[in-house]
């Protein structure tokens, strides 16, 4: 199904970026691009590996360089890193470059979904669901603020939630020819 313009997902760790985007990207024909795997690739190393070499504002430097690069990159669906959209210029770089797309989940869901991967540096803590819903505080609004679309990811499979967004991405294609 081919759609105009570039797709750029973002939320929390756990959300589905990844996973997600990796399907929207088959599904639409577009190149899927993922900030936190080009970051490593770049680099060599693993992201835990950054945040203890270059501690988490070397990466978040990393991560806007990235950010910057991909956006104005064609036809891409683009999986943002869990913390991209605290800074300021990566969230007007998403706004221009294509539709943004924040998939929502609870912090119950985002838990269970992160809970045996280690690779994830700001949730290996003594409680990583209160730090989960320490994050989710903060950057609820901000993933709001930057979104043209929110889709809720809770209880619903892969598979079905891609379908889901195609459809509503086709009527927002719709909606925006007819207007
Ligand atoms: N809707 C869903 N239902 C069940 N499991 C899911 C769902 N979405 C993602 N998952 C699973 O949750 C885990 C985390 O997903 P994923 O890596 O795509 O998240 P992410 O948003 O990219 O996280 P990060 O910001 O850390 O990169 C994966 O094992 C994935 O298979
Ligand atoms: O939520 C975050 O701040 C992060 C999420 C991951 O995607 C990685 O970008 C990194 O582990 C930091
Ligand atoms: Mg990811």
């Known amino acids: ?29 577009k190149t899927f691009y993922d900030s936190d795997h080009e970051i490593e690739a770049r680099t060599g190393v693993r992201i835990p590996t950054i945040f203890e070499l270059e501690g988490e504002t070397g990466f978040r430097a990393r991560e806007c360089a990235v950010i910057a690069e991909l956006t104005t990159m ?31 989940a609870s912090v119950d869901d985002l838990y269970l979904r992160t809970a045996h991967d280690k690779n994830r540096p700001l949730l290996q803590t003594a409680n990583p669901k209160q730090r989960l819903a320490e994050l989710f505080e903060v950057r609820d609004p901000l993933y709001r ?10 209880r ?18 719709y909606a925006h020819r007819q207007a």
Do not use: C
Request: net charge positive; glycine share 12%.
């Open 74 to 104: 064609p036809d891409i669906v683009l999986a943002t890193g869990g913390g991209a959209v605290l800074n300021p210029d990566n969230r007007a770089a998403l706004r221009r470059g294509g539709l943004v797309i924040y998939l929502r």
């Open 156 to 173: 619903q499979t892969v598979q079905h939630l891609t379908h889901q967004l195609l459809q509503q991405l086709e009527q927002k294609a």
């Open 1 to 29: 199904m081919k759609m105009p313009g570039n797709f750029f997902l973002v939320g929390l760790m756990g959300a589905g970026k990844t996973t997600v985007g990796r399907a929207l990207a088959r599904a639409t024909g």
């Open 145 to 154: 603020e930057v979104a043209d679309l929110v889709v809720d990811t809770s």
